[in-house]
């Protein structure tokens, strides 16, 4: 009879562990960001190198202190295509993060396709947004944005332990 009890309370113990890992990990550090009304949705423009507002409505976003990589963001904007391609910075490397199931609007396998197909286009929103973080922008043909924030090459290279490359800027003390 013991034995019993013991198995069905470990069972119970670990129940209830993983359902607390698990809404941990999706829906307790998670907190909306309030849209200010500019300056939400940025690109890097190509001549100056700089990050710039750009033109958007319907912006809802997420975000978490416990991660630099939990941001997440959709937007509409009817700034076209071709016009963002000749003026902002593009983002070769874009890998749309998944959200938690709850933020409807982002679909990171939908950015994912639409990346690799074309129908999307990825910008660098900001470089070094945290170091060793870059915020991406994306937009869809459609006029649908998603933004994010990625690891940069610079971060993968410093997260794992090792000195940062030449082209990297330098690690700002106490990380």
């Known amino acids: ?11 119970l113990i670990s129940l209830i562990a993983g359902a607390a ?4 990990q999706v829906f307790a550090y998670y907190e909306p960001v ?17 990050p710039e507002p750009i033109l958007y409505e319907d912006f809802e976003a997420i975000d ?9 963001a959709c937007f509409t904007t009817t700034q076209s295509l ?11 490397r874009a890998e749309p993060l998944v959200a ?7 679909d990171a396998k939908e950015v994912g396709r639409a990346l690799e197909t074309g129908e999307a286009l990825a910008f660098l929103g900001a470089e070094n947004i945290e ?15 998603f933004v994010w924030h990625q690891i940069n090459s610079c971060g993968e290279v410093v997260f794992d332990g090792k000195p940062a490359p030449d082209h990297c800027p330098p690690k700002p003390e106490g990380h």
């Open 1 to 11: 009879m013991t034995g019993k009890l013991l198995a069905g309370a470990i069972v």
């Open 21 to 24: 890992i698990y809404y941990q």
């Open 34 to 50: 309030s849209a200010t009304g500019q300056g939400d949705v940025q690109m890097t423009l190509l001549v100056t190198g700089q």
């Open 64 to 72: 978490a202190t416990s991660s630099p990589i939990r941001y997440r």
């Open 82 to 92: 071709p016009m963002m391609t000749e003026t902002y910075v593009a983002y070769d």
């Open 100 to 106: 938690p199931g709850w933020f409807d609007c982002f």
């Open 131 to 145: 170091y060793g973080i870059d915020r991406v922008v994306a937009v869809m043909s459609d006029g649908r944005g």
